[in-house]
Each structure stands twice: as structure tokens, then as C-alpha cells.
């Protein structure tokens, strides 16, 4: 079966530190990934999507970026961490096109201090 | 760009009361989803509607697509303690591997 994972859990880092979240799904290949932010337990907003390896479409401008060095992994980073970065950040697989259900990782809450 | 309202935003009711959730849209969408989200974890699918006017059951939750296929909703009946959470509606977005979510309706069943 398909698992997903998303570490770490919670993190806490000052403004202007770099950021790593790392994502790995197993039991499956060539997914579609996704990175989403969420604010104040409410709706989700799509930061980057990735139909395959090296490939990252941006839905959203800002100081963060995602790379995907392997097809099962996916990693969102930042090189400098602002206040506005704070949120619960879930990484997701899907088998298809946009119609294809999400599966989500459990999610890094981020605190940026 | 395709919105999802969902409605109400909160709902607090007490165990074994009968609720209903909403999901609208302007646009018309192929398909709709209903994911829950417990507090600290990632959503689940619970349901995925299709056809206008399908109607869904999964256990005491009932799930219906409009016949336009711009709107969905979500019956729960004699509501329990473990339905609390999140509940997000969302369809396929602009572009061909994007899904839209609506803000959700945070379900609170107290004891």
C-alpha cells in the first residue's frame, strides 16, 4: 500500500534562517506532489505541484521554492524565513489529473519566531 | 478561477443531533471531493461525487451532488463525538492537476 511521509512534525525557526521540509511517498510511482499551505486550520492554498522529476510549477509567488530530486520525493525550502512563513505545511500525492484525490502526509506545523 | 464557498464556517451541536453542510459554486465542476481533517493531521477523502445528483452513503454521513453539478452537500445523522473536524469540499482547479479547496466547516459535536 501507499504511505506518505512529512517530517518534521513542528518546527521552530527565527526569521532569516533557511528552511528544509522534506516529503517521501512509497508504494507507488511517478505521482503527482504537491506542496500546500494552511493558515489557522482553514482552507488549503497550493504552493507547488510537480508531475515529475526536476519538474516544479509555482501557484504562488514568494520566498519559498521546491525542488524534487527523486520521484518520490519532494522538498520545500527557503533560504531566508519570514514571519508570514508561519503555517501548517502538507505534503500530497495523487495518482492522476486534477479530478484524482489527494493523499496527504500528517503535516509540518512551522513557527517562525 | 473556480471558488468554493463553504457553509456554515463553524458548527458546534450537541452528540445525536442531525446536521447538514454545504458546498456552492458559480462554475461547474466534474467532479467533487469531501476530505476530513482531525486538528494536527492531513486530510482524508471521504467521498468523491460524479454524476449530478448522485447521492453518496458512507455510514451515518450522506453526501449529495447537485444536479448542476455546481453545489454538494453533507448530511450527517445522529452526529457522535468522532465526527468532529474539518470538513473540506474541493474540485478540480484551472489547470489540469490542481484541485480548488473550499475554507471547510469546523464541526465541533460536544458530549
Known amino acids: 500500500s501507499q504511505t506518505i511521509h512529512q517530517w518534521p512534525a513542528t518546527l521552530v525557526q527565527p526569521v532569516g534562517s533557511p528552511l528544509s521540509l522534506e516529503c517521501t511517498v512509497e508504494?507507488?510511482?511517478?505521482?503527482?506532489l504537491y506542496w500546500y499551505r494552511q493558515a489557522a486550520g482553514r482552507g488549503l492554498q497550493l504552493l507547488f505541484y510537480?508531475?515529475?522529476?526536476?519538474?516544479i510549477s509555482s501557484e504562488v509567488p514568494q520566498n519559498l521554492s521546491a525542488s524534487r530530486p527523486q520521484d518520490r520525493q519532494f522538498i520545500l525550502s527557503s533560504k531566508k524565513l519570514l514571519l508570514s512563513d508561519s503555517g501548517f505545511y502538507l505534503c500530497?500525492?495523487?495518482?492522476?489529473?486534477?479530478?484524482?484525490?489527494?493523499?496527504f502526509g500528517n503535516g509540518t506545523r512551522l513557527t517562525v519566531t | 478561477t473556480q471558488l468554493l464557498e463553504q457553509s456554515p464556517q463553524f458548527l458546534s451541536i450537541q452528540e445525536g443531533e442531525n446536521l447538514t453542510v454545504y458546498c456552492n459554486s458559480s462554475?461547474?465542476?466534474?467532479?467533487l471531493q469531501w476530505y476530513r481533517q482531525e486538528p494536527g493531521e492531513g486530510p482524508v477523502l471521504l467521498v468523491t461525487?460524479?454524476?449530478?445528483?448522485e447521492v453518496k452513503k458512507l455510514k451515518r454521513l450522506t453526501f449529495q451532488f447537485g444536479d448542476a453539478r455546481k453545489d454538494s452537500s453533507l448530511h450527517i445523522t445522529a452526529a457522535q463525538t468522532g465526527d468532529t473536524g474539518l470538513y473540506l469540499c474541493?474540485?478540480?482547479?484551472?489547470?489540469?492537476?490542481?484541485?480548488?479547496f473550499g475554507k471547510g466547516t469546523k464541526l465541533s459535536v460536544i458530549p
Open positions: 461525487v460524479v454524476t449530478g445528483g
Open positions: 508504494g507507488t510511482s511517478n505521482p503527482n
Open positions: 510537480s508531475v515529475g522529476i526536476g519538474q
Open positions: 462554475s461547474v465542476f466534474s467532479s
Open positions: 500530497a500525492w495523487s495518482g492522476g489529473q486534477g479530478s484524482s484525490p489527494l493523499h
Open positions: 474541493a474540485g478540480p482547479g484551472a489547470g489540469s492537476y490542481q484541485l480548488t
